[in-house]
């Protein structure tokens, strides 16, 4: 019989002998088989299964959930973090599989017991505690149940065993245990030195799943070199997205293992395996009709509107390849519409031509939080933006699924751990609850994570454009959202989402469009640049450079714009020498706008200015001069318009 087999069967056979003997008792109790002892003062009870030696160690009163950690090595040596945690209601479990190094059959051996411990009630998911080469078997067993598993302790690990026992690098290594090892992989050692599955290798399951790792190492270990080993791991690690945490003991080698105070690594584990943090999600109206028509047509679109963090690679290409897996016969088409510095305001007048152009959309993910905050959009700017570009896109496609999410930067993290809700946040979810929008709250869900201390914004997540971990922790609870939202097995439905009669605000950008600045009439003093470019150093974004521009640099220059709707505006490209313009609509008064930014000094920045929102619905003419006046900071009085915006608000709305 299989190995693999053999397995199974005797697991079903000594599951059902535990179970004829269990005794009925208080809720979590549970009756473990084989002798019972004291080990440091709490009942421990050792066994045999599928051959292996085994031990269970109860808590005197077990944590809601069962919680367990699992010990894969060197059995009660320095036991300050096992008997912290057991008097917190963890359960501690042991199997020996020291001979294996980390070998297939090892963790073949470790799935028979976990499913006998998970049978018993313990807990779904598991600490890991690794320490020296338990390394080995609890990175090669996590890699491949990366669901199971809610965070790793290893202790001087070892992660390549051509380090350890292998001694291939700068350490000793161990000559029998190498040999010992070459026979539980069943390979020469030259097929070792070639092999790719040792726990630096097999790092992507436990990034993607975010399970979290802290390795606590001697600097100066030469049994298990912390630079083949922990290094290499943490390095890789990173890269991928996931989330570590290295303790080096300065001057400390192999031995002792832990800390003497084992506080750090009880807190690591508590956090991480008792956190009652998940992804901030609400559902709302769901999502009726993308996984339909994927699973039923063979095609898909999906669009992805926002801004940098949209744009730039990371948590839209992690979402891409979960789609692509989730659907494996669905042919899909994706669009990155996201352009750096653009917020809610650019994407309602750009929603046309970078969202709908090309064809009908399955699958709308729209952010704008984060450019609403950080380009200071005031009062309800925000709250039209994102209402034009909600309401235009259910306009243009009624049974369009849509996904708000709300991204994080600091000024969210602080008023959410100051008890506020962010004002931008506040106006998108005001949105998103009126039109039933399924919205993401990745802003409060990053604030609840810190707070609990799962992470650090300097060291981990670093910036509002995330680290590959924070790329990570944004795809994983989008991944999460859609599970939820595709978790039933609804009914097909066909036609429209409900649509409410009235928008919140009649004024918001729901009619916005990008209107050709050959509509202008100059008066004096502009030119029409059909291939504009800066002559700066400056920098310059995506359909801002190499493209027609309406340009003057000169004071007093002026033109003329007519139109028909209840606003009007500019795009234009404000670099460090953007002037100010004097505007009027319909000959009323004069108004002047700085176009300077905080960021034009480096950039010639795309900025949406809507000039006027709230006209009579009809035909208008907006008048615009070239101000003699200008920001201090600026060295010029240059207006670069790429756009004008109008909002085509119909009397019917």
Not at 6 to 33: E, N, Q
Not at 35 to 54: I, Q
Not at 104 to 127: H, I, M
Not at 302 to 320: E, P, Q, Y
């Amino acid at each position: 019989m299989p190995l693999r087999d053999s397995l199974k069967y005797a697991t079903r056979l000594f599951m059902i002998c535990v179970t004829l003997t269990l005794i009925r008792g208080a809720a979590h109790a549970i009756d473990w088989p084989g002798e019972s002892s004291s080990w440091n003062g709490y009942d421990c009870h050792d066994f045999t299964l599928a051959g292996r030696a085994c031990k269970v160690v109860s808590p005197h009163e077990a944590a809601e959930g069962l919680p367990w950690i699992w010990r894969a090595r060197f059995w009660g040596h320095e036991p300050q973090t096992d008997l912290a945690l057991l008097g917190r209601g963890f359960h501690l479990v042991y199997m020996d599989v020291s001979d294996l190094y980390g070998a297939p059959r090892a963790v073949q051996a470790w799935n028979a017991f976990y499913d006998f411990l998970t049978s018993q009630g313990l807990g779904e998911k598991c600490v890991m505690e690794g320490m020296s080469r338990g390394g080995l078997i609890v990175y090669n067993w996590a890699s491949e149940n990366a669901d199971k598993v809610a965070c790793i302790y290893a202790d001087a690990p070892v992660c390549d065993v051509r380090s350890w026992p292998g001694g291939k690098g700068k350490g000793p290594g161990s000559p029998d245990d190498w040999m010992k090892c070459l026979d539980a992989y069943g390979l020469s050692e030259e097929e070792m030195m070639k092999y790719d599955k040792n726990p630096i290798d097999r790092l992507e399951p436990l990034a993607e799943a975010m399970v979290p790792a802290l390795h606590v190492c001697g600097a100066a270990d030469e049994v298990v070199p912390i630079d083949e080993n922990t290094h290499v791991l943490e390095q890789r690690f990173r890269k991928l997205g996931g989330l570590i945490r290295v303790i080096e003991k300065p001057g400390v080698g192999h031995h002792p293992h832990s800390l003497i105070d084992p506080a750090q690594i009880v807190d690591f584990i508590i956090t991480h395996a008792l956190s009652p943090n998940r992804p901030e999600i609400e559902l709302r109206g769901g999502l009726r009709y993308a996984k339909r028509k994927f699973e039923t047509t063979g095609h898909g679109r999906v669009v992805f509107l926002g801004g940098s963090i949209t744009h730039n690679a990371g948590w839209r290409d992690m979402t891409c390849d979960y789609l692509r897996r989730r659907f494996p016969n669905t042919e899909f088409s994706f669009t990155n519409a996201g352009i750096p510095s653009m917020g809610s305001t650019p994407g309602a007048f750009r929603l046309v031509r970078d969202v709908f152009s090309a064809g009908p959309v399955d699958l709308l993910f729209v952010e704008a939080a984060v450019n609403d905050e950080v380009n200071n959009r005031i009062h309800q700017e925000p709250l039209r933006g994102m209402e034009g570009i909600i309401r235009h896109a259910r306009d243009i496609q009624p049974d369009l699924d849509i996904v708000m999410m709300h991204f994080a930067d600091p000024g969210k993290t602080s008023d959410y751990q100051a008890g506020r809700v962010p004002r931008v946040i506040k106006q998108h979810e005001q949105v998103a609850d009126y039109y039933q929008i399924p919205s993401l709250n990745l802003a409060k869900e990053v604030a609840n994570r810190l707070n609990a201390g799962e992470f650090s914004w300097e060291n981990d997540f670093k910036d509002l454009h995330p680290s590959p971990f924070g790329q990570r922790l944004y795809a994983k609870s989008i991944r999460t959202l859609l599970e939820q939202a595709w978790a039933d097995k609804e009914t097909p439905r066909t036609g429209a989402y409900p649509r409410p009669e009235k928008p919140i605000d009649p004024f918001s950008y729901f009619h916005g469009e990008l209107v050709d600045i050959n509509q202008a009439k100059i008066e004096k003093g502009w030119t029409f640049n059909e291939n504009w470019k800066p002559a700066d150093q400056a920098g310059t974004r995506a359909d801002f450079t190499n493209v027609p521009m309406l340009t003057s640099e000169t004071p007093g220059s002026s033109i003329e714009f007519s139109f028909n709707g209840a606003g009007v505006g500019i795009f234009v490209a404000a670099g460090p020498d953007a002037g100010a313009i004097e505007y009027a609509i319909d000959g009323g008064e004069t108004h002047e706008l700085d176009l300077f930014t905080q960021w034009s000094n480096q950039l010639h920045l795309p900025w949406a200015h809507v000039l006027e929102a709230e006209l009579q619905p009809g035909p208008h003419t907006l008048r615009l001069r070239v101000s003699e006046h200008k920001n201090e900071k600026s060295v010029g009085h240059a207006v670069r318009i790429r756009y004008f915006l109008v909002n085509g608000v119909t009397n019917g709305e």
